[in-house]
């Protein structure tokens, strides 16, 4: 049975107000998504700067002077720090993180603690009978330093205590507005994550680096340094830092890609919203027509039937 004129209208303002919602949304997404992408050029000089001033230090230094620089033996004890986002309509932000740490947590053989970073992540992987040992919600929402101080604490103190023997870090790399990479990284011991700060380099048209980058250790140069009061306070004051500014970039990134694809799924849903407005519109004309034609017609057969 064909729908009426009314019915079809009525779907059709319905529609139209979700294109109009929809649009707002892919709006304020891309204003996110362009401040994030914005945090993550403006912090990396900092990061660059952390790196090279921790890594010129190793080559003149032990590294064994300091927990965080020296690789433990065998890994028997994990502790992962996963990014999702806090809300929905994201497209497949969530799900291809969470695909990605799956994966990960089948493939490892060791006992693995997770800290939850995003109410989604949380959720999920309380179903699964994961072991969260801490968990936080809305540090993506204006990111500042001091909001990831508390992870970046939780993970010095339980890896210097020797709770855990490694550290890993699991977030979306944001490479363009289209493209956004889940990726796990060591963190601890300190190892730089190649896949922070890329956004830079896939702007100017560089190939984006992945894996992670060691500590260059070996003696260069002539170079002398004076530690005061010693070469371990120094390292006690920086390596905490550095693991702040790679975590802090991790959020930002986790940030800019949550936003983008947050944005690419409203542009998508107001596309298709377009998309059946015309259907109806079709639909609609096809209905309206087909009444007038009706009315005529019995208009023609009243009029013969009286003549």
């Given amino acids: 049975m064909a729908e009426s004129p009314r019915t079809i209208r009525r779907r059709i303002k319905s529609v139209t107000n979700t294109r109009k919602i929809t649009k707002a949304m892919e709006l304020v997404s891309a204003s996110k998504m362009r401040r994030a992408v914005a945090s993550v050029l403006a912090t990396r000089p900092y990061a660059e700067a952390a790196w090279r001033a921790v890594s010129e230090i190793a080559k003149v230094t032990d590294p064994t002077l300091h927990p965080l620089l020296s690789a433990k033996g065998d890994t028997k004890r994990v502790l992962l720090i996963i990014f999702t986002s806090d809300r929905s309509l994201c497209g497949g932000y969530n799900a291809q993180i ?28 309380a179903r699964s009978k994961r072991n969260i040992v801490a968990a936080f919600e809305g540090l993506a ?21 020797g709770k855990y023997d490694s550290v890993q870090i699991a977030f979306t790399d944001y490479r363009s507005a289209l493209i956004q990479k889940p990726v796990i990284r060591q963190l601890l011991p300190i190892m730089r994550i190649g896949e922070l700060g890329s956004v830079d380099e896939a702007r100017e048209g560089k190939p984006p680096r992945s894996g992670g980058q ?23 004051q920086m ?24 944005m690419m799924a409203m542009r998508s849903a107001s596309d298709a919203a377009s998309d059946m407005i015309d259907d109806l519109t079709l639909t609609y004309n096809q209905a309206r027509q087909a009444g007038i034609t009706r009315e005529i017609a019995e208009i023609s057969s009243g009029k013969a039937a009286l003549e």
Avoid at 101 to 125: F, M, P, S
Avoid at 143 to 154: C, G, K, N, Q, S
Avoid at 239 to 262: D, G, N, T
């Fill in 141 to 161: 929402n204006n990111a500042r330093v001091t909001d990831i101080r508390t992870v970046a604490d939780m993970s010095v103190g339980d890896f210097t205590a």
């Fill in 98 to 125: 969470l695909r990605t740490v799956a994966e990960y947590l089948r493939n490892q053989g060791n006992e693995v603690d997770i800290i939850a970073i995003g109410k989604k992540g949380q959720a999920t992987l």
């Fill in 239 to 262: 390596l905490p830092r550095l693991v702040e500014a790679q975590i802090y970039q991790a959020l930002l990134e986790s940030a800019a890609s949550e936003h983008s694809a947050r």
């Fill in 214 to 236: 060691d500590l260059e250790t070996t003696p260069g140069g002539a170079t002398e340094y004076l530690f005061e009061p010693s070469p371990r306070a120094v390292l006690d």
